[in-house]
């Protein structure tokens, strides 16, 4: 993956949330609201990731896309719970590497694509599975 | 973005997203008060039933999620007031200040009926 590089066009909001994030307090209160200790972008709370895994039917072996995945919710939490197949993709490449941090402390399997969803650069036909939260 | 989801699914394959909308009909500057109470994503005032639709899913079903949407942003207003006194040596005031004015201003917007969240899912054809 490429070095961390200026914000890209139309991602200002995202960093914001990330600068905020590396803040202790402000995980403090990502932890009270949403009940978990991982970073969070967007409003999913687990409840409604969980809802996720229930109404995609996702289980082993499956594959996910997640588009605009920032680092990593909720994509993670649903590969941890189902044992699916995740590939988490986005345009800054400063969430994917959190998200690839957490991956490797949680000892998951999973693939970091920097793309954007207008262009996603797989094959046709490849996934299960696409999510998104938040993004369009 | 969705053709292209479309493109990447296989047959059968389901796709899901939870969105945050400005409802249609909105006179102008209503409108701009919605756009800017929420995050930067939520401008569009699209059908997403009809955006599905056209690029070829099916079963497509929006299940709302604002009361839950609403609470969340309540939530994150009533921990940042709790933690002000920590948020305000960590950010500064002026940060602080601006966090709860963003939090109390989404909430007043969904409140209004101006920002809604739902849950879509959809499934590629066969």
Redesign the interface.
Known sequence: MPPDEAVPA?F??FDLAVR?HR????R??SK???GSNAPVY????P??AH??AV???LGPGMHL?D?GAGRGWPALYLAKLTRCDSVLSDVPSVGLREAMRSAQRERMRAAFVRAS????P??????????????? | MLRACREILKPGGRLAFYTIYIPAGLPPDVYERAKQAGPRAAGTREDHQSMLKSAGFERIREIDVTAQYLATLRALFASRRRHARALRREAGAEELARRLKENQDSAAAVEAGLLHRSLFLARRGR
Do not use: A, K
């Open positions: 139309g200002e909001d905020r803040m202790p307090v402000e403090l209160v009270e609201v949403f967007g409003y999913t709370t409840e409604q809802d996720l109404h995609l039917r896309l588009i969803g207008e262009m996603p797989f094959r046709p036909r490849s996934f299960d599975v696409i999510v998104h939260t938040d993004v369009l």
